[in-house]
């Protein structure tokens, strides 16, 4: 089991070593509790009690040569966790990926590297495009890291792979913790001076002092521009889980504090790297059972047993094919192809698909309106802080009446110093906030036109108005009859002619959610983008919406796209859906899908089909809807 004969795994006292690990273990969470806002009260005592805890046991291992027994638990802890995490991003890896565009953006990581380095034209923006491959790859190595380390397989490179990972996972979070919005940071970019981003900076470089060009030229134009950092608030580690979960994410300073004890970990396991070699037959029962136990404590948090049996499955086949590869394939490097192969199937399915596991708030079974209003207002108390002239001690006032005057009315005695806002009941924001399927008056076609809750919107705001006619020119200008009068017309100019009915100029957009979510049964197509969604059972939905009419049951289309690429891909496809907008991002959070059915009874959503799940009409009235 070790490569040096002369240390064990119980050391000089196994029972002994056991309680200094759960000490030290002990220790460790007394000092986390030290930093975290809701022990506040009692933060010296926490950090006092888990620093010295932390010392004493490490001096204790040490003496009792425990250490090899400690990276055994910690490789427990570590590759459970490891296999946990990747498979929760795994599950949805455009979701991450979407999480590694945020951090790729200038304003977000890169700044950093600006501001430490005065390196002003360091981006990241180049890895945006290739941020679902990245995700991807991180999800499928985090999973075969944390394996390894259970196995024992390859110990030198893994512990050396996750001690990097896990120095570049606490440097992020503790940069998403410490962003500060408010700061500033230079930025220097060269567009293509046909550009709109160019054409846009230009012109604003003459009365913006934040914006300098440095260089201009027939080709190309060079910006230095002032701007504020685009603070993450939420680093992803757990993809969407833990808020779908436990009905919230960890915060940055939760999320550093996360990986500060993974690190911590990770040390103890890299310091005893050389003597660990892979697992005898006794300690993979151990250690998979341990693990696994591990990843069934998260696996009740996040509500779902699938990591267990990912978990089981994996280490299985892990060892099955060292056993049985043979020459070539039973070895490590054996069950390194076996873990990828099996991460890389369960990748490629959900993106072929959707989650297997769904915790965004439009999940099958999920009520839309209910999301719509389970957040939470905050309360918050606004303090005054006075400071004296002579001691320099601080005083908080609530308000300025005569019980306080002695302070706020004493001029010579105590100065203000600034305000402070305190927090007494955390806001909690709604699931869902920014749905609001609509379209512009002027983006309507026939198509939404002829719909008949549009249709009647239109109808019930109708407004008379005054047909004002220019006589030279024989130009009309309608005027509202609320706002005619007589007086103010030059009639030598203008001639009046009829009182007409029209529609009220007041009414620039139409709105859908109430009509949406009313409904007793009523067919979403969700498209974030027209022109790089799959349609190709685009016959499917033809088929769905033609005998949905027949049935008066509504549907829909929701995507981002223009009136004219509306018009045009009616023209190519034949389907014709009266099509609204939406944001961009709600519709990524909707579906990873494009396109995708979504079936809604009441606002409860009862069935989801990415584009390769369409259904067929029958089955749809045979599974998920109902028809006279």
């Known amino acids: 089991m070790l490569n040096n004969t002369k240390y064990s795994l119980s050391g000089k006292s196994l029972i002994l070593n056991i309680i200094v690990i759960a000490l030290n273990l002990l220790g460790l969470s007394f000092l986390v509790m030290g930093y975290h806002p809701s022990f506040e009260e009692s933060s010296l005592i926490f950090k006092v009690l888990g620093y010295g805890i932390m010392i004493a046991t490490l001096v204790a291992a040490f003496l009792l040569e425990g250490w090899l027994l400690f990276a055994y638990v910690a490789r427990v802890l570590v590759g459970g966790l490891f296999i946990v995490s990747g498979l929760i991003k795994a599950n949805d890896p455009k979701g991450f990926a979407y999480k590694l565009e945020e951090y790729f953006e200038d304003g977000a990581l890169a700044y950093r590297i600006k501001e430490w380095f005065n390196w002003e034209t360091f981006s990241l923006e180049f890895f945006i495009e290739h941020a679902l491959l990245l995700s991807v790859l991180i999800c499928i190595f985090e999973i075969v890291l944390g394996a390894l380390v259970l196995l024992g397989a390859k110990m030198r490179a893994s512990s050396w792979l996750m001690l990097v990972m896990m120095l570049f996972f606490t440097f992020l979070t503790w940069h998403t913790k410490e962003c500060d919005p408010h700061t500033t940071f230079t930025d220097v970019d060269t567009y293509a001076i046909d550009s709109s981003a160019a054409m846009a900076k230009i012109p604003q470089a003459q009365e913006n002092e934040n914006i300098t060009i440095l260089e201009q030229n027939a080709d190309f134009v060079t910006i230095r521009e002032v701007k504020k950092p685009q603070c993450v608030d939420d680093c992803g580690c757990f993809g969407d889980a833990m808020k779908g979960s436990i009905g919230r994410s960890l915060t940055p300073a939760e999320s550093f504090w996360k990986d500060i004890v993974l690190l911590y970990l990770v040390v103890i ?20 059972t341990l693990g696994l136990v591990f990843i ?3 696996s009740y948090i996040f509500t779902w047993s699938f990591p267990i049996l990912f978990g089981l499955a994996s280490l299985l086949l892990a060892l099955w094919i060292r056993r049985t590869g043979g020459r070539i394939l039973g070895n490590d490097w054996g069950m390194i192809l076996m873990l990828t192969i099996i991460c890389s199937i369960f990748v490629t399915y959900v993106l072929m698909y959707l989650p297997l596991r769904d915790y965004r708030p439009y999940h099958v079974g999920s009520n839309l309106i209910e999301r719509m209003s389970d957040g939470r207002e905050g309360q918050y108390e606004n303090l005054m802080v006075y400071t004296h002239n002579t001691t320099g001690q601080d005083t908080l006032l609530t308000d300025l009446n005569e019980s306080t005057k002695a302070i706020w009315g004493d001029t010579e005695n105590w100065k203000f110093s600034k305000r402070e806002t305190i927090t007494i009941v955390p806001q909690i924001l709604h699931s869902i906030q920014q749905f609001e399927p609509s379209i512009s008056v002027e983006g309507l076609t026939t198509v939404e036109k002829e719909f008949a809750p549009i249709a009647e919107i239109l109808e019930n705001n109708q407004a008379q108005y005054i047909d004002v006619i220019d006589k030279n020119t024989g130009d009309r200008y309608p005027m509202s009859l609320q706002d005619f009068y007589l007086p103010d017309i030059d009639t030598s100019i203008y001639a009046i002619g009829d009182t007409i009915l029209r529609l009220d100029e007041s009414l620039t957009d139409i709105n859908l959610k109430d009509f949406i979510l009313a ?16 349609f190709s059972r685009i016959s499917r939905l033809k088929e769905i919406n033609e005998n949905a009419k027949e049935h008066n049951i509504p549907v829909i289309m929701i995507s981002t796209a223009s009136k004219e690429d509306v018009i045009a891909f009616r023209e190519e ?20 899908s494009n396109p995708t059915l979504m079936v809604l009874k009441k606002g409860v959503v009862n069935g989801k089909f990415p584009f390769r799940s369409t259904p067929s009409w029958e089955w749809l009235i045979k599974n998920s809807i109902k028809v006279d």
Do not use: H, Y
Not at 520 to 528: A, G, K, M
Not at 573 to 592: H, M, S
């Open 519 to 534: 409904q007793e049964q009523i067919l979403l197509i969700f498209s974030r983008d027209l022109s790089k969604g799959n």
């Open 269 to 288: 396991i890299f310091i005893s790297r050389r003597r660990i070699t892979n697992n005898n037959g006794r300690e993979n029962i151990v250690m998979i």
């Open 296 to 298: 069934s404590f998260f």
């Open 573 to 592: 496809t034949g389907l014709i859906v009266p099509t609204v907008q939406n944001d961009e991002i709600e519709i990524k959070a909707i579906t990873r």
